[in-house]
């Protein structure tokens, strides 16, 4: 994943709604939402929720498909574990990870 994309990324995500959608279609899993279940989900008017999700949709960290007569939006899995591992790829120095004992560092 390049920088570029990782930062468009990490924009998108960094603001409260669209993380909250995000982090609710990755629940769903590969099954999606409709803007309409989101909406109700979230209690977000459809508006505020039609900006957000083609904000998520441009970062790339969600899919948009037309089904029938809805639009039916995914999370990216590729894309979000790409992310994942740009942020993590140097983490203890190439040695491997455990669960963190602390929240102070990765537990290596």
Same mark, same amino acid.
């Given at each position: 994943?390049?920088?570029? /994309?990782? #930062?468009?990324? *990490?924009? !998108? =995500?960094?603001?409260? %709604?669209? $993380?909250?959608?995000?982090? !609710? $279609? #990755?629940? #769903?899993? /590969?099954?999606?939402?409709?803007? @309409?279940?989101?909406? &109700? @989900?979230?209690?977000?008017?459809?508006?505020? =929720?039609?900006?957000? *999700?083609? &904000?998520?949709?441009?970062? +790339? =960290?969600?899919?948009? &498909?037309?089904?029938?007569?809805?639009?039916?939006?995914?999370? !990216?899995?590729?894309?979000?574990?790409? %992310?994942?591992?740009? *942020?993590?790829?140097?983490?203890?120095? +190439?040695?491997?990870?455990? =669960?963190?004992?602390?929240?102070?560092?990765? @537990?290596?």
């Amino acid at each position: 994943m390049e920088q570029d /994309d990782v #930062v468009r990324a *990490l924009g !998108a =995500l960094a603001q409260p %709604l669209r $993380l909250q959608v995000f982090r !609710a $279609l #990755v629940v #769903v899993g /590969d099954t999606g939402l409709t803007p @309409g279940a989101i909406q &109700e @989900g979230l209690g977000v008017p459809a508006a505020t =929720l039609s900006f957000h *999700l083609k &904000e998520l949709v441009a970062s +790339g =960290l969600v899919t948009q &498909e037309r089904s029938s007569r809805n639009l039916i939006y995914r999370a !990216a899995y590729a894309r979000m574990n790409a %992310l994942v591992g740009y *942020l993590t790829e140097n983490c203890c120095q +190439g040695a491997s990870c455990t =669960l963190p004992s602390t929240s102070a560092g990765c @537990g290596c």
